[in-house]
């Protein structure tokens, strides 16, 4: 089998995140045999989107007429015959694992066997799931909503408890008091205004989901180490799940003052990249969950190694999932195989409409938990209408 032509889609949508236009990039790689393998490049939030798209067109240069069973040795080429690849970043990683998913989609596909049980079979038969981003409110639809008032936090927790879910993660502190969304400076000594606002929040949650749900507070690393410091210790009282992105991943050091000032677990991983990303973090012991994206870490190949080094020193695993249905579906299947998994993140934005309908399937969860998909290869596949109405670059 060869690899015949890579087509580039840019996801049609006219949805927007809370920093810039909803833009899932998508990799369709076509075969000789009629095997198409679909990946995600998991850059569709935040800056980046075109240059994703950019990357994964230039890589997809170098794998024609490859054979695309061969995983291992075009992700090598990617990372080796590239020279960029060798020194990592978002962009050329995220292009590496929209390549790399839909090479493990065709390998499943040829085989008629889903991906997890290339990655070594199930663990798990049934995977729990945390609802994510409640400060955009949760339920379906085709909006997100801007919280402000404690009350709204805690009304947003109970809706996702009321449909089973019993974990929940909230940014409780980037929303200022006049719903503008990552607006206020969070660096350095805060003001007892700003960390009450967080504080009050986050206690609102606390008490109406009672003490039985877990509570993740997510922090976007808007916190630098001293600010962090400042909210973690705050909040320990109110039993939080575990602290995540407290500081940007840039300075292993300060993840690692964080970690030793504040009596919560830290997780981070989403803006971290390959093994050779985490090796620091690993040594020094400052994360206890990592959560690697499948679309921007080097996909699949790269990530279960990752997952693999983790377990040595005893650090569990949350896959960051904050795309479009084919980086859920990529997630699931890493999730059903390896043992040191800890929960699935079902980002609130993965409920909207936009999202669900650019797909053939669309998981969710039922009372908090996912049935494992077992469809060949990774699962999911774009609808030809969503192909169609898409920007669609090919290089043969």
Known sequence: MKITSVDIIDVANDFSSATSKWRPVVVKINTDEGITGFGEVGLAYGVGASAGFGMAKDLAKIIIGMDPMKNEAIWDKMQKKTFWGQGGGTVVTA?????????????????????????????RDKIRAYASQLQFGWGKGTDKAMLVEPQQYAEAALAAVDEGYDSIKIDVLAMDDKANWNQRNLNGVLSNRTLRLGYNRLKAVREAVGTDV??????????DTTAAIQFGKMIEELGVYYYEEPVMPLNPKQMKKVADNVAIPIA????????????????????DVIQPDICTCGGLTEV???????????????????????????????????????IHELHRYALLEPNTTSCKYNYLPKDGMYDVPDLPGIGQELTEATIKASIVESVK
């Open 95 to 123: 292009g590496m694992s929209g390549i790399d998913i839909a090479l493990w989609d065709i390998k499943g596909k040829m085989l008629n066997t889903p991906v997890y049980q290339l990655l070594g079979g199930k663990t």
């Open 268 to 287: 981070a991983g989403e803006r971290i990249y390959t093994r050779w990303g985490y090796r620091p973090f690993f040594e020094d012991g400052s994360i």
């Open 214 to 223: 877990d509570i993740i507070v997510e922090m976007h690393a808007f916190t």
């Open 304 to 342: 279960k190694k990752i997952c693999d080094m983790a377990h040595i020193y005893d650090v569990t695993v949350q896959i960051h999932v904050c795309g479009g249905p084919i980086s859920t579906a990529a997630a699931l299947q890493m999730e059903a195989a390896i043992p040191n998994f800890m």
